[in-house]
């Protein structure tokens, strides 16, 4: 071992005041190591405010925010932001209304009547369904779930935020339901019992006691399913068009923000051009949304969370 | 319901038999929503293979992409995804490991490790486009290392910090406080406790993380293309190896590169048929991958569980 040698050559003193001088080092070297994460952080903040300061030179704040055309592209370039926070909106809205009910009621069904072994295998195939990539969602959403849809609606167009929204619903679905399931299963047993005693079924106890009694773990859930969908790229990149057009109607093709970010660079706008700026306003925009949601977890956590 | 004194036994008796078969009537929408949701994705998985099998073959692994689509491959993409990961991992392995240590074993409770933690749940629920536009801002313009190998690495190895953090931590949590207080008491400093007692026996957690980690950004397809991935790669990086002294190579880390799910992504998206079978192979190969790191993840996790008998 490494400390034997100072132990012989200059008494156990040194070696302790050796390996204690050493203990500081290494603490220093973790420290640091830890310090990447609030780093990494700053730096996001920094990159897209002042990649984005650029941008801001030449657009106004109030015609970014409140502008209804986004054509950065056209040689008579329009900034509105708008178009593509609408995109972005009705994508994820279409997922939650899959994913939210979809996701709460199987997770209800697993914490509360599922037989243990069936849970057991079905927690762990809804975790492996996560690591898909979410490319191959895309490939679904476009050349699988569209075609389905535009049987029922024949005037779907190839590219929609139906099919996109819809496909990022069923991905998201296992992470509402893994994490509503954890939400639940940590509520008190002997909640449950009380119920139980005064003679409600499982369903009254599922739904009045243990619901309520896990609404923050559930917030939780919806919040970073929300997060996800918003945040979702190749999806929308692929399937549902990428052209920002301003409506909330599912069956238009449309652009979100990411899609936006992904189609700037995948072509050869040159750095310093205006166009290429807009991706950093577009992602600054893209994360003060996450944000809000974050912040809107946070307090529904801290407001609701039962104590038991 | 208002049960009140004035039921008779059996109006509380029809209630009764209402209320349980509510709750026949929810385990019935409960087990087919999620036979349905898991039907569904059997079904597009079954089809992706299906539609991608007549590409399935050596040809398919060991070609360059090209303008034909029976004669391209996969070989510049596959290339590509290792050289990125082994760069992620040699990055977010220590760095994950060293930032759970002093969380879990030496951060004192104060508003400073509470910014640090909150930093990492936060990183977490980023998205990982915007972990492109960070890496196309730092890594390509400020710090000069172009579109490379050696940016997308660095990119995706930030972005699973936390997935590595949060799985590290876990596993060092699992130790219990005895094995750290015998080692103490023998006059260990707090890294030899760390160091001889605490980590051995965090390994399979460790590896754990890192591997699911991985199996994450071998699909992020986002944060590369922001970076500046190319879809047309028709040559390799230099090799890692060479048979002359000192044997290894590090150009590869400034070379231009292209990744699997780049490669899909640029098949998807082009309207000829053809290309989408490229597509779908593609994709069967990467959610092969993908399956096959949580398969070995999942196994390494089991076993380092049987083995500790604490």
């Given at each position: 071992m490494s400390q034997a040698k100072p132990l012989q050559s200059r008494g156990a003193f040194a070696s302790l005041r050796y390996r204690k001088h050493r203990d500081r080092i290494v603490e220093a070297v973790l420290l640091s190591a830890a310090l990447v994460a609030v780093f990494t952080t700053v730096a996001i903040v920094f990159i897209l405010f002042y990649e984005s300061s650029t941008f801001f030179d030449h657009v106004t704040i109030r015609e970014f925010l409140t502008g209804t055309v986004w054509t950065p592209l056209f040689s008579d370039a329009e900034y509105g932001i708008l178009p593509l926070v609408a995109g972005t909106m009705t994508t994820t809205g279409v997922a939650l209304l899959v994913a939210i009910p979809v996701g709460t009621v199987i997770a209800i069904y697993l914490s509360e009547f599922a037989p243990h072994r069936l849970r057991e295998t079905v927690k762990p195939i809804l975790e492996l369904l996560g690591a898909v990539p979410t490319v191959v969602y895309g490939y679904f959403a476009l050349l699988m779930v569209t075609p389905l849809l535009q049987k029922i609606y024949p005037d779907l167009p190839g590219f929609n935020m139906l099919g996109a929204g819809l496909v990022i619903g069923l991905m998201i679905v296992p992470y509402v339901a893994s994490v509503s399931e954890d939400a639940m299963r940590s509520v008190p047993r002997y909640m449950r019992e009380g119920s139980y005693a005064m003679g409600a079924t499982k369903l009254q106890t599922?739904?009045?006691?243990?619901?309520?009694?896990?609404f923050s773990g559930l917030a939780a859930a919806y919040i970073l399913g929300i997060s996800r969908a918003v945040g979702e790229t190749m999806v929308v990149a692929i399937a549902a068009g990428m052209q920002p057009r301003f409506t909330f109607n599912p069956t238009e093709p449309a652009a979100t923000i990411t899609a936006y970010i992904v189609q700037v660079s995948l072509g050869d706008l040159p750095h310093d051009s205006v166009g290429y700026q807009s991706i950093f306003a577009a992602g600054l925009v893209l994360m003060l949304i996450t944000l809000v949601f974050n912040v809107i977890g946070f307090f529904l956590t801290r407001k609701f969370r039962e104590a038991y | 319901m208002a049960a009140t004194a004035h039921m008779t036994l059996e109006e509380i008796r029809k209630g009764l038999t209402w209320r349980k078969q509510l709750d026949k009537v929810f385990v019935l929408i409960g087990l087919s929503l999620l036979a349905i949701c898991l039907g569904i994705l059997a079904i597009l998985f079954l089809d992706l293979v299906?539609?991608?099998?007549?590409?399935?073959?050596?040809?398919?692994?060991?070609?360059?992409?090209?303008?034909?689509?029976?004669?391209?491959?996969?070989?510049?993409?596959?290339?590509?995804?290792?050289?990125?990961?082994?760069?992620?991992?040699?990055?977010a392995l220590p760095l994950g490991v060293a930032a759970a240590i002093y969380l879990e074993e030496y951060a004192p409770k104060n508003w400073f490790t509470g910014i640090i933690e909150i930093n990492v749940t936060n990183l977490a629920g980023v998205p990982s486009i915007v972990y492109g536009l960070l890496a196309l801002g730092l890594f390509v313009y400020i710090f000069g290392?172009?579109?490379?190998?050696?940016?997308?690495?660095?990119?995706?190895?930030?972005?699973?910090?936390?997935?590595?953090?949060?799985?590290?931590?876990?596993?060092?949590?699992?130790?219990p406080k005895a094995i750290r207080e015998a080692a103490y008491g023998l006059g260990a400093t707090r890294w030899e406790v760390t160091k001889d007692h605490v980590l051995p026996y965090s390994t399979g957690g460790i590896l754990t993380g890192l591997i699911l980690g991985l199996?994450?950004?071998?699909?992020?397809?986002?944060?590369?293309?922001?970076?500046?991935?190319?879809?047309?790669?028709?040559?390799?990086?230099?090799?890692?190896?060479?048979g002359e002294f000192p044997f290894l190579n590090f150009e590869w880390l400034w070379s231009s590169f292209t990744a699997m799910p780049i490669q899909m992504f640029n098949w998807v998206s082009r309207p000829d048929q053809a290309f989408q079978a490229n597509a779908a192979a593609a994709g069967a190969i990467l959610l092969g991958m993908t399956l096959l790191m949580n398969g070995v993840a999942i196994y390494i996790r089991y076993r380092f569980r049987k083995k500790i008998n604490w």
């Open positions: 599922a739904l009045r006691v243990v619901v309520p009694g896990a | 299906r539609d991608g099998a007549s590409r399935f073959g050596w040809d398919f692994i060991a070609s360059f992409p090209s303008r034909r689509a029976e004669n391209a491959g996969i070989l510049s993409a596959a290339v590509g995804t290792s050289l990125i990961m082994l760069v992620t991992a040699i990055v290392f172009g579109q490379s190998v050696l940016t997308a690495g660095l990119t995706l190895a930030l972005l699973i910090l936390p997935i590595v953090v949060v799985a590290t931590r876990e596993s060092l949590r699992a130790v199996s994450r950004a071998i699909g992020e397809t986002a944060p590369i293309i922001t970076i500046g991935a190319l879809s047309f790669i028709a040559f390799l990086p230099p090799s890692p190896v060479t």
